[in-house]
């Protein structure tokens, strides 16, 4: 749980992309049904998905997309200096995202393989927090539009904000849902954090583990599962690599 010690009646608010496919910033923009509403506690200053206007004073930085350039580095230092409060959104923000991937292989390898012989600059991808502070992350892939406006309002009027620290599970079990593991699927939802209302796995989708650990999670017993039903740990090593969440755990087989 954490207060930013920020409250005002308008928030000027700029959000801002960079490696990524604008998708969480999409999220925000196609929630019709409250976007009136949610908007009206902003000042928008920077929203490329929402507005034309571009202008540079804005107190609350929402920054999409991980860092894979050095222009990068220099704009996301320039966005945090302006901000008083910078959020990280969305799975590549807040962990590297599927663009991390690309960390696996060579780096001409993979310029080359999309780009074929023009230059174009590429680095190691990065997450934001790996650059500049964070203030607070909002984890997904997109972002739940509800919890990235529940968490702006709770700033917007002062109030304590957090994320849920159980795992996807317990959201899975309330939708009355067959686990995947019975279904012959390996699913990350036993150690991903909540908060997605168990969408992927209510629709028979594996969770791939898009909002990062869950809090105080049993990484080995994980393991143990995963073969008590005689699935493979290569295929939950490919997934547990997908959005870069969990290497912390997975550098930790002992």
Same mark, same amino acid.
């Given at each position: 749980?954490?207060?930013?010690?920020?409250?005002?009646?308008?928030?000027?608010?700029?959000?801002?992309?960079?490696?990524?496919?604008?998708?969480?910033?999409?999220?925000?923009?196609?929630?019709?049904?409250?976007?009136?509403?949610?908007?009206?506690?902003?000042?928008?200053?920077?929203?490329?998905?929402?507005?034309?206007?571009?202008?540079?004073?804005?107190?609350?930085?929402?920054?999409?997309?991980?860092?894979?350039?050095?222009? /990068? @580095?220099?704009?996301?230092?320039?966005? %945090?200096?302006?901000?008083?409060?910078?959020?990280?959104? =969305?799975?590549? !923000? *807040?962990?590297?995202?599927?663009?991390?991937?690309?960390?696996?292989?060579?780096?001409?390898?993979?310029?080359?393989?999309?780009?074929?012989?023009?230059?174009?600059?590429?680095?190691?991808?990065?997450?934001?927090?790996?650059?500049?502070?964070?203030?607070?992350?909002?984890?997904?892939?997109?972002?739940?539009?509800?919890?990235?406006?529940?968490?702006?309002?709770?700033?917007?009027?002062?109030?304590?904000?957090?994320?849920?620290?159980?795992?996807?599970?317990?959201?899975?079990?309330?939708?009355?849902?067959?686990?995947?593991?019975?279904?012959? /699927? @390996?699913?990350?939802?036993?150690?991903? %954090?909540?908060?997605?209302?168990?969408?992927?796995?209510? =629709?028979?989708? !594996? *969770?791939?583990?898009?909002?990062?650990?869950?809090?105080?999670?049993?990484?080995?017993?994980?393991?143990?599962?995963?073969?008590?039903?005689?699935?493979?740990?290569?295929?939950?090593?490919?997934?547990?690599?997908?959005?870069?969440?969990?290497?912390?755990?997975?550098?930790?087989?002992?």
């Amino acid at each position: 749980m954490q207060h930013l010690g920020f409250s005002t009646n308008k928030l000027k608010i700029g959000s801002f992309d960079f490696t990524c496919c604008e998708g969480c910033q999409l999220q925000l923009a196609n929630k019709e049904e409250t976007l009136p509403e949610f908007l009206d506690l902003l000042d928008i200053r920077n929203f490329r998905e929402i507005s034309s206007e571009r202008f540079d004073d804005y107190d609350i930085a929402l920054v999409e997309g991980s860092i894979s350039r050095s222009d /990068e @580095v220099e704009r996301l230092q320039a966005i %945090r200096k302006q901000a008083k409060i910078l959020i990280a959104y =969305g799975s590549c !923000a *807040c962990f590297g995202g599927v663009n991390s991937l690309k960390n696996h292989f060579p780096p001409d390898e993979c310029v080359h393989e999309v780009y074929g012989d023009s230059p174009v600059e590429t680095l190691p991808v990065r997450r934001i927090s790996d650059v500049v502070k964070v203030d607070f992350s909002i984890p997904g892939c997109p972002v739940s539009k509800d919890e990235v406006e529940r968490i702006v309002v709770s700033i917007a009027t002062g109030a304590m904000i957090s994320l849920p620290k159980y795992p996807v599970c317990v959201e899975c079990k309330q939708q009355l849902n067959t686990c995947l593991f019975d279904l012959g /699927e @390996v699913c990350l939802g036993p150690i991903t %954090r909540a908060g997605c209302n168990a969408v992927c796995t209510t =629709g028979k989708t !594996a *969770c791939l583990g898009c909002r990062g650990p869950a809090e105080d999670i049993n990484y080995r017993s994980f393991r143990e599962l995963v073969k008590e039903h005689g699935l493979s740990l290569d295929e939950m090593e490919e997934k547990l690599r997908f959005y870069n969440c969990f290497e912390e755990f997975r550098d930790d087989e002992s």
